[in-house]
């Protein structure tokens, strides 16, 4: 659950993003029952929006996909039957085909050159590369896999935090470090 104060929205947050079909996560808000999720742009305005029951949305099988280099809000409004109890919004946005296509012919050649995509090397190249291109989620998705294959590892759980640090989930940063701070500890 979202703790009083932290954010609740997880991604897409302040990232980049290859996709044109994203989909949406959060954290629980205490009492919410459902939560209204909407989607817009600076120049159409609202695109869509969803209520759910649960923490997360696919992009809706029915919407249009977003267009390429362009920028996104996405607004997340937690509810119960007594009303609105808590609201967050954050952006995103998304690459255009050409600089994606060759991101991913990159990331191929990362994978191809240590080993393959279940070689922590490989994770961490990735990861890194995808944080310096501001596509933070994708980075994060690299660091989680690398914390399972290094689960002894304290460099995994680092790599994550700063990564967490840099889309705002201070909480989630923090306690990437107190387990990188725990593992060099362990003798």
């Known amino acids: 659950p979202a703790e009083s104060g932290a954010p609740f929205l997880i991604a897409p947050r302040r990232t980049g993003l290859m996709t044109d079909r994203p989909a949406f996560t959060w954290r629980a808000v205490p009492g919410a029952t ?5 989607v817009s742009s600076a120049e159409s305005g609202e695109l869509w929006n969803r209520e759910v029951e649960g923490l997360s949305c696919p992009f809706p099988t029915d ?3 977003l267009a390429r ?6 607004e997340i409004e937690a509810s ?6 808590r609201k967050e919004s954050t952006v995103f946005d998304v690459m255009g085909d050409g600089l994606a296509r060759t991101v991913r012919a990159n990331l191929t050649r990362i994978q191809e ?6 070689n922590p090397a490989a994770q961490f190249l990735a990861g890194s590369y995808l944080s310096g291109l501001g596509l933070f989620a994708d980075a994060i998705e690299q660091f989680v896999a690398m914390c399972g294959l290094m ?9 994550l935090g700063a990564v967490y640090m840099k889309v705002g989930l201070v909480d989630l940063a923090a306690a990437e470090y107190q387990q990188a701070l725990a593992l060099t500890r362990e003798p």
């Open 34 to 38: 459902r939560y209204r999720v909407t």
């Open 63 to 65: 919407a249009a996909s």
């Open 69 to 74: 280099s362009a920028e996104y809000l996405w």
């Open 80 to 85: 119960s039957d007594a009303g609105s109890l």
């Open 113 to 118: 050159g240590t080993g393959g995509v279940e």
């Open 151 to 159: 689960p002894t590892s304290a460099a995994p759980h680092e790599a």
